[in-house]
């Protein structure tokens, strides 16, 4: 693993969750827009000993993304549009 880790607001935007969707090998296969962003908090983690005190940028830009996205796949739903 690297010993720099990319910047929490760099993973506050998810992917195109549509995108991860049709990109997943199986259908009951889980796809998440924001594992950027869950994988950069769990390698802060690990860099510091597990001290979440250090890592509180990198857990908020994760609920950032997954609030983004649950707030896009609303709105999808809403007007109709399907998810893959």
Known sequence: ??????????NVKPKDYRETFRSRQDATQFADPCEAASKASLACMTKNDF??????????????????WMDQRKADRRAGRPAD
Not at 1 to 10: F, H, I, V, Y
Not at 55 to 66: E, M, P, S, T, W
């Open 51 to 68: 001290d979440r005190d250090k890592c509180l940028d990198y857990f908020q830009a994760y609920r950032d993304c997954k609030k983004t």
């Open 1 to 10: 693993m690297s010993d720099s880790l990319p910047e929490p607001q760099a």
